[in-house]
């Protein structure tokens, strides 16, 4: 039987003939904690909203969800990420492996080469697994864009360093870099992560370096984790949310952007090229509240 989203939730609360708003609230609150927002959030919320619907006597569904997307839009931050001409940029690609951060990192390539009008690099960063460097290079094969790869094994900050120094040679552009995600191995791994964030820090023009987390949107508090541990290894700019179309809009970017002041900048919807937007907090706050 298929989860039922958090949308399709709020309906049926609201569908009961219950008048027990003691029981609708509770209720709310497992509905919340379900859709990924994390029991502590969920707990909070929900007390907020009664309170404010006792205070203005709201019974109304359309009324309490339009108080509840007052609250949620406090959490929810989208950003841009916007390329400088003529300056070396670097977006190192960050998150564990599975969620799609090579795909990702290719299909990030397309959309700024057409978008930004800039030479795009691919730095195959990944270096502890063959078949990440071929993936990527297969990427660029099919997209028309130059990778930069070493050989299995090598060292993935020399990888950075040479493709920054190819984008700076042409007068600028963009090296999009994809980086190794054995979370299971964390120390290790953010060690190699601080070494590229150096190297990739001194490489680029000033203000044209981001770090970019790609997290799959159905794995929910577990996203949040994985969120947290690299943020604090090298720090997180931007989000990239992938699985976008397989999940019940889960509450993972109300939830990144309350505990960690995150925004998200993309979704992926899918595995063409093509299939990446622009987040739009209004329009996700709508499709998990079902407005």
Known sequence: MAKLSFSEKLKSLFGKKNEETEDFFEDLTDSLIEGDLGAKTAFELTEKIETLCKKQGTKDPAEITALLKQELSSFVKETRLVP????TNIYLMLGVNG?????SAAKLGKYFEQSAKMPVVLAAADTFRAAAIEQLQYHGEKLGLRVVAHQNGADPGAVVFDAADAVTAQGGGLVIADTAGRLHNKENLVRELQKIDRIARQKAAEGCYKKILVIDATT???ALRQAEVFNEAVGVDAIILTKYDSTAKGGIACAVGKELGL??????TGEKYEDIGLFNSEEY???????
């Open 84 to 87: 400088e001409p003529g300056k």
């Open 220 to 222: 929910g508090q577990n």
């Open 285 to 291: 706050l709508n499709a998990f509240l079902g407005l």
């Open 263 to 268: 925004g998200i900048a993309f979704t992926g």
């Open 99 to 103: 969620v799609g951060k090579t795909t």
